[in-house]
């Protein structure tokens, strides 16, 4: 079945303790994105990457990191969390598009609180 | 910078009234246009799209006309079901330059009663 798999689902963690939630999709998508969802504010991208090695920054992109080392994986890493990093998560992936249609397929969403 | 503008929720209907959720947004060029449903739990699937002036996206029962003239994309389904209960959220295309990036409205709660 063709997925976008992320983990963990919920995560609680207090301010500064590193954490990384991993981001795997199965159809050989070279497109991978993070977003984050907050009430009232739709949905934010944080980084995107349109190949291996490839990454760039989104619109919210501060007190965040990624790496694509391989097509598949995309993690987003919390090197210090803070309060205001508390969300929800979305990882999306899509094929490598050559008109700005392509649909997203989106991942289940990581629900992360930071205290 | 491109923006989508939804109208606010949440909206509560009953079962078979007749729905519609007003999207208008503000881009420079010709975005693609979607919406996207999220049911609770569950990560964002696509609705439907439109990739052109006066197209029109349909799927479920759903519809959406891309109307550059108001620059609008409103959802409208005839016969709303319990089921349909979801956040719906509209969505442009960016430019090219960033990549694949969609640009969201803040998304709208729909609750259906039986």
């Known amino acids: 079945e063709a997925q976008v798999t992320q983990n963990p689902r919920y995560l609680i963690t207090v301010t500064g303790k590193k954490l990384t939630v991993t981001c795997s999709q199965n159809m050989n998508h070279e497109y991978m994105s993070w977003y984050r969802q907050d009430p009232g504010l739709g949905l934010r991208q944080i980084y995107y990457?349109?190949?291996?090695?490839?990454?760039d920054k989104g619109d919210v992109p501060e007190g965040y990191k990624v790496s694509r080392k391989e097509k598949r994986n995309f993690p987003l890493i919390l090197e210090s969390p803070s309060p205001n990093q508390t969300s929800l998560y979305f990882c999306a992936s899509s094929p490598r598009r050559t008109e700005h249609n392509s649909p997203l397929h989106f991942g289940n969403g990581t629900r992360l609180t930071v205290t | 910078g491109d923006s989508v503008t939804q109208m606010e929720g949440p909206v509560t209907l009953s079962e078979e009234a007749f729905l519609t959720i007003n999207c208008t947004y503000t881009a420079t060029g010709y975005p693609s246009l979607f919406w996207y449903v999220q049911y609770p739990g569950e990560g964002l699937q696509l609705l439907l799209k439109a990739t052109k002036a006066d197209d029109k996206g349909s799927n479920k029962g759903f519809e959406a006309t891309y109307r550059k003239e108001t620059t609008s994309f409103h959802l409208e389904k005839g016969s709303v079901q319990v089921s349909d209960s979801a956040v719906y959220f509209c969505?442009?295309?960016?430019?090219?330059?960033?990549?694949?990036?969609?640009?969201f409205g803040a998304g709208t709660i729909l609750r259906v009663k039986s």
């Open positions: 990457s349109m190949n291996v090695e490839v990454t």
């Open positions: 969505a442009l295309s960016g430019s090219l330059e960033y990549g694949n990036k969609l640009v």
